[in-house]
């Protein structure tokens, strides 16, 4: 079987959804606080300051964990476009495991990272 058509892995489906405990989940208004996804490549705004990226992710109890964690206490009042990429990524992985969501989807969340 060859999957080297132009259009094998670009076509969107007729119909798109994610079911969640038995409800379907149409757009993204429906997975707010439900699933949370890190893509392989950077989604956060460049010129926000990272402090202010936490209020928008996490939840009052959350927010502390994360603003005390000793990865990101020296990045609370830098913006993404400062960081280096493995600052950033670890950054990303960390507001999406602190987000509200009741489950989160990594997407390669290390490749950013070298091996030594």
Known sequence: MNFTSNNFWNDKGETQYIKFNNTILKDQS???NRIAYLPQH???PKNIKIKNLIKLF???ENRAKISQSKLVLSF???TPN???GGELRIIEVLLIIYS???FILLDEPFTV???K
């Open 42 to 44: 950077s989604f956060l």
């Open 76 to 78: 609370l009042n830098e």
């Open 82 to 84: 400062t960081l280096s």
């Open 58 to 60: 996490c939840n009052k």
């Open 113 to 115: 990272f070298r091996q």
């Open 30 to 32: 429906d997975r707010k």
């Open 100 to 102: 509200k969501a009741e």
